[in-house]
């Protein structure tokens, strides 16, 4: 595979939410409003491509009998890492995200581009797939913020663009995030033409 | 009594009302990978139920007695007894009071989980094979299942005691066993409509979710 490739696939074609079905719990959760997403795009591109790197140069000394516990290893420290860097100067934010940073540790995109990609693939070529899956989950994050908060709260990044009586309370809840999901993944498949058996 | 009723109003907030799947989207990625197939719905449920049960209050009890602001001070007493013994000045006077190590939070939740779920494997594999048999297979899957993780981290924010955590553990286990077979079930009848090329598989999916969901919305009127 092409290094050009290596990054462009997961945007698109490959999206590592609508195509491979990972880490779609945080995808839900933190898309309320847009600036949350932003920074939450921010943290787990951060993550997933520090972790394929680490893991890609480590891979030769990884036993593979231990090496999930490894990569959780790694994986947690990251994200140690970003939580407090969050904490320390994005405070409102960090509160408002919770418990979803924490969980990027758990989450299957992290996770499964470290065992999947970067245990086989050199360190250059896995900092990429990193990148490239990081920004293809924010690009998905980022659009179904777009509409929630549009619906929901009809402001986009904070700026009121529909008037307050059109809000929609039911976009701020769970049931919106699943179904605005649900067609943008309609959409994307439809574009793609992919069909699932 | 009055304990009691805390504990089932605890458990009912948390299998309907703030249902850990629904409500909090966590462990979706299993749950939309398994709830093709009811069986192997309800083996993951029950392993679901089980390893919260556990890890839950285990975590609670690293937390409180390691982790947190001033939680060592219990080592203190046995280790100044120990250095009076030899005679170490510098561990004689030792102080935990301000050792605070919260930021290993996260790794020391995960690797509990990732050793409990091992330990667990290996145990009922000896003690009970048929057992095994019904959970086996799930049971590695649910290490990197954000509903674990996400459960010890609920607990550690909301501040709960240690019984506390033993209820809220097992029946946020219970809110997912009830939303995945439910899932399962619908996706079963599912499976011969006719559904839009795109829409196949996961988008009919999330799309259902959405409807479970906002039945579970329904509870949120109950006041506890």
Same mark, same amino acid.
Do not use: C, K, M
């Given at each position: 595979m092409t290094t050009k490739k290596t990054f462009i696939?997961?945007?698109?074609? /490959?999206?590592?939410?609508?195509?491979?079905?990972?880490?779609?719990c945080s995808a839900l959760a933190v898309t309320v409003k847009v600036e949350q997403a932003i920074v939450m795009t921010f943290a787990l591109t951060f993550v997933v491509t520090m972790s394929n790197l680490i893991v890609s140069i480590l891979r030769k000394y990884i036993? !593979? !009998?231990i090496r999930i516990i490894v990569q959780l290893i790694i994986i947690s420290t990251l994200v140690t890492l970003i939580d407090k860097i969050l904490e320390a100067y994005m405070y409102d934010i960090s509160k408002e995200l919770s418990v979803f940073i924490a969980l990027i540790v758990t989450n299957c995109i992290v996770m499964g581009r470290a065992d999947a990609f970067a245990m086989q693939n050199n360190p250059k070529a896995s900092l990429l797939d990193g990148l490239g899956n990081g920004l293809g989950y924010g690009s998905i994050l980022i659009i179904v913020a777009f509409f929630r908060e549009i619906l929901g709260f009809g402001t986009f990044l904070n700026i009121r &663009? #529909?008037?307050? +009586?059109?809000? /929609?309370?039911l976009m701020i809840l769970a049931p919106g995030a699943f179904i605005i999901l649900g067609l943008i993944i309609w959409a994307q498949r439809t574009l793609t033409s992919f069909v699932e058996d | 009594m009055e304990l009691l009723i805390h504990y089932i109003s605890l458990a009912t907030k948390s299998i309907f &009302?703030?249902?850990? #799947?629904?409500?909090? +989207? #966590?462990?979706m990625c299993s749950f939309l990978a398994i709830s093709k197939n009811v069986e192997a719905s309800k083996g993951i449920g029950k392993a679901v139920i089980f390893v919260n049960g556990i890890t839950v209050p285990l975590n609670w009890v690293i937390k409180t007695f390691l982790l947190d602001e001033g939680a060592l001070v219990w080592l203190e007493k046995p280790l100044q007894w120990f250095g009076m013994k030899l005679s170490i000045p510098m561990i004689s006077q030792?102080? +935990?009071?301000?050792?605070?190590? !919260? +930021? #290993?939070t996260l790794i020391c939740f995960i690797s509990t989980i990732a050793a409990l779920v091992q330990f667990v494997e290996m145990f009922i594999d000896k003690f009970s094979p048929s057992l095994y048999n019904s959970l086996g297979i799930f049971l590695p899957l649910i290490?990197?299942?954000c509903s674990i993780l996400g459960a010890s981290i609920f607990m550690d924010e909301r501040g709960y005691t240690f019984g506390e955590s033993v209820v809220f553990g097992a029946s946020s286990g219970v809110g997912f066993y009830l939303a995945i077979v439910c899932m399962a079930a619908i996706r079963f009848k599912l499976r011969y409509s006719n559904i839009p090329d795109g829409l196949k598989g996961l988008g009919i999916t999330m799309i259902l979710t959405g409807l479970l969901s906002m039945a579970y919305l329904s509870f949120s009127g109950i006041q506890l």
């Open positions: 696939d997961p945007l698109i074609d /490959n999206n590592p939410i609508t195509r491979q079905v990972l880490g779609i036993p !593979s !009998s &663009i #529909l008037p307050e +009586f059109l809000n /929609n309370g | &009302i703030e249902n850990i #799947l629904l409500a909090y +989207f #966590l462990g030792i102080s +935990f009071l301000n050792v605070n190590l !919260s +930021f #290993l290490t990197v299942n």
